[in-house]
């Protein structure tokens, strides 16, 4: 693989990194415990909540070595082997490579908060109608959108693979 194509990687995921770490950085200092700020009427709301879990808090409540190998260990292993696949493919498609680096980009940053907070910090809410999210955060945005476009990929693609 050529250097460029390894500096687009790695400056991809440092991307998806640096928005979640530094979107949750002001979170914790600006916004209050479980407050609940409009930021778009009742569509779209602002707050600060601990998940000391996985998504959705599945997790909260395993033992802290369960937590250590299922939401830190497990997590750390799967996203090394991703990122060295990623970096040493000769080819990739172009979509599937931006794919991977949010997943990475966006895994590595809610590992980064478990590691050294205990908790991941989620702040967003989208509420339309009868649908409503759970409380996310920018490195949930970056996983979601790199599954979501893997899996359109795969549809249309039949020879994708990492």
Known sequence: MLLKHKIYILVLVMLNLGCDQVSKEVVRN??????YIQLIDHYFILTNVENTGAMLGFGQNFTPLLKIIFLQGLPLIVLLVLFYRLMTRAY???????????VV???????????VHGSVTDFFQVQV???KT????????AVTFGVLLILGLSLFHKKLAL
């Open 30 to 35: 600006q916004v209050a415990h479980r407050d």
């Open 105 to 115: 980009g966006g895994g590595l940053g809610n590992l980064i908060d478990r590691i």
């Open 134 to 141: 759970g409380i996310f955060n920018m490195a949930d945005v």
């Open 129 to 131: 109608g009868f649908f």
């Open 92 to 102: 990739l498609n172009r979509w599937l490579v931006i794919a991977f680096a949010f």
